[in-house]
Structures are given as structure tokens and as C-alpha cells.
């Protein structure tokens, strides 16, 4: 099984362009999470996504949508892209249906650079 | 700090020796707590998870104990082989969806 795959591996953007960043999952978690890991800052939830159909807000969600395509993909989107958005992004799924109490399976990031 | 961070705690250990990853959390309310490890490059993978009805919780090399008094999670790594340099992340979760990550401690051993 592949796990979590997320494309791209690597984006430069300009300031103000926008992009969306793509997670799939195979092992037919319920929910799905996007995360954002900076020097000094840590894994920081942006949004996550209890189920198909359903997204909420994280910790640092300005400046970023998501969308949960279906059960297998969730989407995250930069309408216009800072550099304070720089960073390394994650995302997540797991077994979770009623609340977190399953670990979490990551994808090998994205490495966005906004210039 | 984490995979990228330039001023992570580090631990060094000699090849061989046991190893102990500290970690102090925030809320006490949590009641699910996860060890994870990330190699450069990679994402963070699943290493040992405990319940707050517990105290202790042991896998293949790898002990977590837990204090709820004093809030405090350790990792206990038996016999650290050089595949086990990473970073390593706590982490605690308070029945919700959002899961919070520490800082991360840097393991490095010495062959």
C-alpha cells in the first residue's frame, strides 16, 4: 500500500500566486489532516477533516481552504501565497471517527518555497 | 524545533546504550498521547501511543511511560542502533480531532 501520497514534493511560488497541494490516501481512514512544520514551531494543524464531507478549522488556518474531494482525497489551496507561507506541509489521515484517538499517518511533505 | 530546526534538543547516545526522550505536556485534560519519529526528508511515523489509563506501555525496543501528576511522557529506546537517529516528537491529544505536537528532541548515536 502506498499509505499517504502527496504531490508535489517541491513548489516555488511568487508572492500572490496560488496553488493546491493534493493528498490521497489508501487505507480508507475517515479523517484526514493537513499540517504545516516550520524551524522552531513544530507540526501546527492548519485543517483537518472528521469525514467525508466535513472539514474544520486548525490551529493556523489564514490564508488556506481545503476541500475533502471524497473519502480518499484532501486538498489544500493557497489563494495567494505569502512568504510567511514557507514551510513544509503534511498531510494525515487516520481511523478516527468520533474523536483523535488513533495515530496519525503521514505523507512525506511538500516543500513550498514563496518568494 | 523539528526535522529542519536548528536549535532542537539533542540527545547523543552510544550505540548499543539505552535511550531516554523527555517530554513535558501542556494540557491535563489530554488522555491520548503518541510518540512519533521523523527521518530527514520524510514525514513523522507512528512509533507508540498510550491511554491515559495507563502508566506504561511497552513495544518491540521501544517503552513509553507516562505521570499524569507531573505531566510527563518518556520514550525509552533498548539497545539504540544507529537507524534509530531522527527526530522524535511527542504528542497529545484532548478527545478532539486536533492533535498537538511538541518541539522534538534530535537523537543522535555514535557507532
Known amino acids: 500500500n502506498a499509505g499517504v501520497t502527496q504531490t508535489p514534493k517541491f513548489q516555488v511560488l511568487k508572492t500572490g500566486q496560488s496553488m493546491t497541494l493534493q493528498c490521497a490516501q489508501d487505507?480508507?481512514?475517515?479523517?484526514m489532516y493537513w499540517y504545516r512544520q516550520d524551524p522552531g514551531m513544530g507540526l501546527r494543524l492548519i485543517y483537518y477533516?472528521?469525514?467525508?464531507?466535513?472539514?474544520d478549522k486548525g490551529e493556523v488556518p489564514n490564508g488556506y481552504n481545503v476541500s475533502r474531494l471524497n473519502k480518499r482525497e484532501f486538498s489544500l489551496r493557497l489563494e495567494s501565497a505569502a512568504p510567511s507561507q514557507t514551510s513544509v506541509y503534511f498531510c494525515?489521515?487516520?481511523?478516527?471517527?468520533?474523536?483523535?484517538?488513533?495515530?496519525?499517518?503521514f505523507g512525506n511533505g511538500t516543500r513550498l518555497t514563496v518568494t | 524545533g523539528e526535522s529542519v530546526g536548528l536549535h532542537l534538543p539533542t540527545l547523543s547516545v552510544q550505540e548499543g546504550d539505552n535511550s531516554i526522550i523527555n517530554c513535558a505536556y501542556s494540557?491535563?485534560?489530554?488522555?491520548?498521547f503518541i510518540w512519533y519519529k521523523q527521518e530527514s526528508g520524510k514525514g513523522p511515523q507512528f512509533i507508540i501511543d498510550?491511554?491515559?489509563?495507563?502508566d506504561k506501555r511497552q513495544g518491540q525496543r521501544v517503552t513509553v511511560l507516562l505521570n499524569k501528576t507531573v505531566k510527563h511522557l518518556s520514550l525509552q529506546i533498548a539497545a539504540t542502533q544507529p537507524g534509530d537517529s531522527a527526530v522524535y516528537f511527542c504528542?497529545?491529544?484532548?478527545?478532539?480531532?486536533?492533535?498537538?505536537f511538541g518541539a522534538g528532541t534530535r537523537l543522535f548515536v555514535k557507532a
Open positions: 498510550i491511554r491515559s489509563n495507563m
Open positions: 494540557n491535563s485534560a489530554s488522555d491520548y
Open positions: 504528542a497529545e491529544n484532548t478527545g478532539g480531532f486536533k492533535t498537538i
Open positions: 487505507m480508507n481512514h475517515n479523517s
Open positions: 477533516s472528521a469525514s467525508e464531507g466535513t472539514t
Open positions: 494525515a489521515s487516520s481511523e478516527a471517527r468520533s474523536r483523535g484517538n488513533s495515530p496519525l499517518h
